[in-house]
């Protein structure tokens, strides 16, 4: 069986949508939700629908390796972040190269970095009258958003869109796309 991780920070939908995926099959199970808050929605969703939860700090992901050892244990075959705040250490992006994978709610390279997440995008979006967004599906390195880009979908921004309708249309397409992909990247593992 093919193990996923989810680091995650917030309501947790993109992780709802993926567990909900892959429990259609038992070659490829989300094992794990990793969460910095313990009051994230996602840890919720997660134990509801039958997977392990662990909360961690900072310490416990860039000093003391406890994250780390949580992840030797368990050998996930991809690293899944949906809503994951905070930079990866570089002890797991060399330990697992090419199989951490991020999902941002814009067309990067455009809108991407510290800070830029959620309705802060969605904002600067509109607010530079930009005619689409999107979604992209990239390979997790050492700074916000930079990592090689796996995959982009996008929707075209009418006059009339708010930040809000705008993040409902990119909404649509990490649902549709993002289990897709990652199942994609899966297949492609040895």
Same mark, same amino acid.
Request: hydrophobic share 40%; aromatic share 8%; proline share 4%.
């Given at each position: 069986?093919?193990? /996923? %991780? ?9 992780? &709802?949508? =993926?567990?909900? @995926?892959? +429990?259609?099959? #038992? ?51 991809? /690293? %899944? ?9 570089? &002890?797991? =992006?060399?330990? @697992?190269? +090419?199989?951490? #994978? ?89």
């Amino acid at each position: 069986m093919k193990k /996923i %991780v989810i680091f995650a920070s917030g309501s947790g939908t993109n992780a &709802q949508n =993926l567990i909900e @995926y892959f +429990n259609k099959t #038992v070659e490829k199970k989300v094992v794990l939700v990793l969460s910095n808050k313990k009051e994230a929605k996602v840890l919720e969703r997660a134990a509801d629908a039958g997977v392990d939860t662990r909360v961690f700090s900072r310490e416990d992901l860039n000093e003391n390796g406890r994250v780390t050892g949580i992840l030797d244990d368990i050998g996930p075959d991809l /690293i %899944v972040l949906a809503g994951f705040l905070w930079l990866m250490p570089v &002890q797991i =992006l060399r330990k @697992y190269t +090419n199989r951490v #994978v991020n999902i941002h709610p814009a067309l990067l390279p455009k809108y991407g970095g510290k800070g830029m997440y959620g309705m802060n995008v969605h904002k600067s979006v509109i607010e530079n009258k930009e005619p689409r967004s999107g979604i992209s599906i990239h390979y997790v390195n050492e700074e916000y958003d930079k990592g090689d880009i796996i995959f982009q979908a996008y929707c075209d921004i009418n006059i009339s869109d708010s930040p809000e309708s705008l993040a409902a249309k990119v909404h649509q397409l990490e649902y549709e796309h993002f289990p897709v992909v990652i199942d994609s990247l899966l297949d492609g593992l040895k």
